[in-house]
């Protein structure tokens, strides 16, 4: 399964990020395909990409 995480925080160090990096964690320990994105980035990034992503 492929499976795209977005998180939206200001602080990388949050306890938002942390439990996204332990479900980013799960999935890979289970064989699924897995991208973790910071929504912070996402103009950088641009959604051209997570729109071809897989």
Known sequence: MK???IVTHPREDSLTF????QFVKGLR???HQTEIIDSRDMQTI???RL???G
Do not use: S
């Not at 942390?18 to 990096?21: E, H």
């Open 3 to 5: 499976v795209l995480t």
């Open 18 to 21: 942390q439990i996204a990096y």
């Open 46 to 48: 641009g959604w051209r």
């Open 51 to 53: 729109m071809n992503w």
């Open 29 to 31: 320990d289970a064989g």
